[in-house]
């Protein structure tokens, strides 16, 4: 059973998700570049030149872990679209709360720690993948209450007094908690539906300038292009899948 009633919705995010997701353990694999041959004078003198170039372009550790937990993130959520994994909706939303608290530690990070977000752009990317994160985890959650509570209804109705009685106490177990945390489910998705579709329309904005500096200036980087364009389909993904939970 999937999220959405239209299957090409379904199946059209779940490329996206599943492309995004490639993109990012690509990313997370990429391996360091290395300079030219310092055999000779002209190699050292080329080496000297492009190291600090060479620094800036070998991605660090955390780089590695941030695409990683990109990637993993955009797995879970393909499987969300099709309901999948249940017996792993725990472990799910305990690793992105984990790594919505590891991007909030490089958010808040001394400036002299140069291998986190550095700079006000990235702090202010770091906060936001940590929001995105526990915005991940908070969807599973309310899917689990949101499905747990359309299977009861879709059970009861119709159904005898006895077995309406047993499917309440069967779906009150794995319900329970998730719905007494989101008591308002459906204000609180709206909420969510709202803040992402502006976060979708910012980055879509961004993607549109930079290509029009891009076409004047010709020097602006292919990677910041690419990585608003995912977080523009990104959003646009998360804004629609909370949308589903706001009825």
């Known amino acids: 059973m999937s999220v959405f009633a239209i299957p090409a919705m379904t199946w059209a995010l779940t490329v996206v998700l599943l492309a995004s997701g490639a993109w990012h353990t690509i990313q997370t694999l990429r391996p360091a570049r290395t300079g030219p041959d310092q055999g000779t004078q002209l190699g050292r003198i080329s080496a000297r030149f492009q190291h600090s170039k060479r620094a800036q372009l070998r991605p660090s550790w955390a780089d590695r872990t941030n695409q990683g937990l990109h990637a993993l993130m955009h797995l879970l959520m393909a ?58 985890a908070i969807m599973i959650a309310m899917m689990t209450n949101h499905t747990t509570t359309n299977t009861a209804t879709q059970a009861t109705t119709g159904s005898t007094p006895a077995t309406a009685a047993h499917t309440h106490h069967a779906t009150t177990g794995t319900g329970t908690g ?43 980087p292919t990677n910041t292009r690419t990585e608003h364009g995912l977080e523009a389909a990104g959003a646009t993904t998360m804004a629609l899948m909370f949308a589903t939970m706001t009825t």
Request: aromatic fraction near 8%; proline fraction near 3%.
């Open 79 to 136: 499987a969300m679209l099709w309901n999948a994994a249940p017996a792993t909706t725990l472990a799910q939303i305990l690793i992105l709360a984990a790594a919505a608290l590891w991007f909030t530690i490089q958010a808040v990070a001394r400036p002299h720690y140069r291998t986190f977000c550095s700079g006000t752009t990235g702090r202010l990317k770091c906060t936001y993948h940590a929001a995105t994160m526990a915005a991940a």
């Open 178 to 220: 998730t719905a007494s945390i989101f008591q308002n489910t459906p204000a609180l998705a709206t909420l969510l539906t709202i803040a992402f579709a502006a976060a979708a329309t910012t980055f879509l904005i961004l993607l549109l300038r930079h290509r029009t500096q891009t076409t004047h200036t010709h020097h602006h």
